[in-house]
């Protein structure tokens, strides 16, 4: 796929909508500059790419809209050489945008097709530093774990206690609670070994986390 001046000139129209949405952080901004986002979509749907939407990857899942990657990755405050899990591949461009941050990333998938699509693409782009996962990521990585950020990109009914177990202290997760009907993106603290604090943020909606691998 090429990414032409055309591509390039749209990113950067989409980034200055995000920003006038509010969002600051440089270093997100800058990463969604960077990575082009059409390459995660089907070459018939290459015209939405740079819409600030979400749209549909198969699978009934979704890439989540331009806006709602930029706040959670804000929110996860990501710093360079930080071991970030993410729970819920899908085209595996919030994948990418961590990535481009110099986080060490982490992602687990729980459709396989999905999973494929994305362990196929991830090395094609110039994103180091990403190992795909197929799994259930309600359990998290346990073997990789701990973690400095967690990010969640499905719609939880509540926070899991497997993932802020993988969580270092003083470390994040990211995570959209609530049922179908809308979801706070909650962020968790973790203070120590056994305590943690949630601030609630803004109001999205997610495809639901479920549990379980789906083996289509
Ligand atoms: N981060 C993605 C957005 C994907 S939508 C992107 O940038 O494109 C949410 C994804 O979470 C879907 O692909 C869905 O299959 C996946 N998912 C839902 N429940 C899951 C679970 N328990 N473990 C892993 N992935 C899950």
């Known amino acids: 796929m090429i990414d032409s001046y055309k591509h390039k000139g749209l990113r950067k129209q989409l980034v200055n909508e995000i920003r006038r949405k509010g969002i600051s ?3 997100v901004l800058k990463a969604m500059e960077a990575v082009p986002r059409h390459f995660f979509f089907d070459s018939s749907f290459l015209k939405f790419a740079y819409d600030d939407q979400p749209f549909p990857i198969g699978a009934g899942q979704t890439i989540s ?14 710093k360079k050489g930080d071991k970030v899990l993410e729970i819920g591949t899908g085209s595996g461009y919030q994948a990418c945008i961590l990535a481009c941050m ?10 396989k097709s999905l999973y494929i699509k994305a362990k196929a693409l991830l090395p094609e782009m110039q994103c180091n530093s990403i190992k795909v996962f197929y799994g259930d990521g309600y359990k998290g990585l346990p073997t990789y774990a701990p973690f400095d950020k967690i990010i969640v ?12 177990e993988q969580l270092k202290i003083g470390g994040y997760l990211v995570i959209p609670v609530g049922g179908s009907g809308g979801q706070v993106m909650n962020r968790v603290i973790k203070t120590s070994g ?7 943020h803004g109001l999205f909606r997610f495809v639901p986390l ?6 289509i």
């Not at 982490?106 to 459709?111: D, G, L, P, S, W």
């Not at 990109?153 to 802020?164: F, K, M, S, W």
């Open 25 to 27: 952080d440089e270093g």
């Open 65 to 78: 809209q331009p806006y709602t990657v930029a706040y959670q990755t804000e929110l996860l405050n990501v």
């Open 102 to 111: 110099g986080a060490k990333v982490f992602t687990i998938e729980r459709i």
């Open 153 to 164: 990109t499905a719609a939880a009914p509540l926070i899991p206690e497997a993932l802020v």
């Open 194 to 200: 056994s305590d943690y604090e949630i601030e609630g």
């Open 210 to 215: 479920l549990n379980e691998r789906e083996d």
